[in-house]
């Protein structure tokens, strides 16, 4: 089956190499080797999360804590979340740091670029300021400064080599992290975040499938 720029061809399934052990840097070790679990029902729309609460990281659960909860009820009140998919930056929770060490995301990287290849998402949307810059390879300082701009893809970004993706119809939308979301109260933040996530959704799947 040609699976190139398809629609939901993994809808339903579990991503095959989902990380179940890894070495690759401290954070792995100190987690037990089981670093937290990619999820989701298909791929059209893919969104990365910065990395595991602590919550998530005890149970080994990822996307289960009040912040990560909140963000997929939103999906699925917009009638999307069975064509998306929640991927993290670095896998781990760090030890001390509330953000990732770039060091850490670097030895995690590959693992996304992984995802990105199997799923060729139409839509990235990117969950604050480090997974934004970081995956567009920017040095944004305020998320405020990126939020609801949407980046269409280029051939080659920075840290990511993207030509296995469907080229200049894929886009990256960056949104505040739910949790902030939560404490400002500024929900209108993410309707306007939502809103331009539709109308992306609808063109280009229209686009891609007329």
């Known amino acids: ?24 840097c ?4 100190g987690n037990l ?27 080994k659960t990822a996307f289960t804590n009040k912040a990560n909860t909140f963000l997929k009820n939103i999906v699925k009140d917009n009638g999307i979340f069975d064509d998306c998919f929640f991927t993290q930056l670095v896998r781990c ?6 953000v990732p060490y770039p060091k850490e995301i670097l030895k995690c990287q ?9 799923y060729k998402p139409l839509i990235i949307v ?3 300021l480090t997974v934004y810059n ?22 080659h970004i920075d840290q990511f080599d993207v030509s296995h993706l469907p080229g200049k119809n894929t886009i990256i939308i960056p949104i505040h992290q739910p949790g902030y979301i939560i404490k400002s109260g500024k929900i209108e933040e993410y309707n306007k975040s939502f809103k331009i996530i539709n109308n992306f959704y609808r063109l280009l ?4 499938h007329p």
């Open 1 to 24: 089956m040609e699976s190139q720029n398809k629609i939901h061809f993994l809808k339903g399934s579990k991503y095959i190499s989902n990380i179940n052990r890894c070495d690759a």
């Open 93 to 98: 929770k760090p030890f001390l740091n509330n």
């Open 110 to 118: 590959p693992y996304l670029i992984e995802e990105l290849k199997h």
């Open 134 to 155: 970081s995956v567009v390879g920017d040095n944004a300082s305020y998320i405020s400064s990126v939020v609801n701009k949407p980046v269409v893809i280029k051939r």
């Open 33 to 59: 080797f089981t670093p937290c679990r990619s999820e989701g029902l298909g791929q059209t729309v893919i969104f990365i999360t910065e990395c595991p609460s602590q919550s998530e990281s005890n149970n």
């Open 205 to 208: 799947i229209n686009t891609n």
């Open 26 to 29: 401290s954070l792995a070790m």
């Open 126 to 128: 990117t969950v604050g």
